[in-house]
Antibody, heavy 124, light 112 residues
Framework: QVQLQESGPGLVKPSETLSLTCTVSGGSISNYYWSWIRQPPGKGLEFLGY???????NYNPSLRSRVTMSADTSKSQFSLNLKYVTAADTAVYFCARFTEHQLKSDSYYYLEVWGKGTSVTVSS | DIVMTQSPLSLPVTPGEPASISCRSS???????????LDWYVQKPGQSPKVLIYLTSNRASGVPDRFSGSGSGTDFTLRISRVEAGDVGVYYCMQALQTPRAFGQGTKLEIK
């Protein structure tokens, strides 16, 4: 059974870079889409973007050029870097895996496997 | 970007009674395949979200048949036929048609 575990600093200073890693166990990172979602305290979910195991990425434009995602298949890990953080980036960050559902001539992807989340506070 | 709007935001329900959550998208979620690209997730207290329904009406693995999804165009509904105490949590719809994916604000289901 695939499990995801987020890791990284729980406290980041304003204007610095938030770096998180998601470690995948019980399965391969290859040939899947992986994503990051965050949840500010007491608020709803925000989709940050996704990365395919080959390195193809798609980011939420709301994060502009601050976000970078990468994948390391040799370590079964994928990562999130968010630059120039502010207090508004304080949130629980979840990593998740897309599962493919095959349609007749297309594919559909939904978030089937989630990590437990890691809390990040931006404060000096 | 597609904006998702849920109602109600708070839903008190008596155990054994049905419940219904509405989700509206700012544009149609109809894909060229003929399917509507929408998921439902639930986040129980202290847990990470979990998929309930994908592709509008498909129950995810292990989800009881008390849960059902329906809808088309811009209007979608999650129904729970008989609410149980363990169903407490926040329910989110999410559009899967375009990037960036977008969640609704969430509907908090509580037991009366």
């Amino acid at each position: 059974q695939v499990q995801l575990q987020e890791s990284g600093p729980g406290l980041v200073k304003p204007s610095e870079t938030l770096s998180l890693t998601c470690t995948v166990s019980g399965g391969s990172i290859s040939n899947y889409y992986w994503s990051w979602i965050r949840q500010p305290p007491g608020k709803g979910l925000e989709f940050l973007g996704y990365i395919y195991s080959s390195g193809i990425t798609n980011y939420n434009p709301s994060l502009r050029s601050r976000v970078t995602m990468s994948a390391d298949t040799s370590k079964s890990q994928f990562s999130l870097n968010l630059k120039y953080v502010t207090a508004a980036d304080t949130a629980v960050y979840f990593c998740a895996r897309f599962t493919e559902h095959q349609l007749k001539s297309d594919s559909y992807y939904y978030l089937e496997v989630w990590g437990k989340g890691t809390s990040v506070t931006v404060s000096s | 970007d597609i904006v998702m709007t849920q109602s109600p935001l708070s839903l008190p329900v008596t155990p054994g009674e049905p419940a219904s959550i509405s989700c509206r998208s700012s544009q149609s979620l109809l894909h060229r395949s003929g399917y509507h690209f929408l998921d439902w997730y639930v986040q129980k207290p202290g847990q990470s979200p979990k998929v309930l329904i994908y592709l509008t009406s498909n129950r995810a693995s292990g989800v009881p048949d008390r849960f059902s999804g329906s809808g088309s165009g811009t209007d979608f509904t999650l129904r729970i036929s008989r609410v149980e105490a363990g169903d407490v949590g926040v329910y989110y719809c999410m559009q899967a048609l375009q990037t960036p994916r977008a969640f609704g604000q969430g509907t908090k289901l509580e037991i009366k």
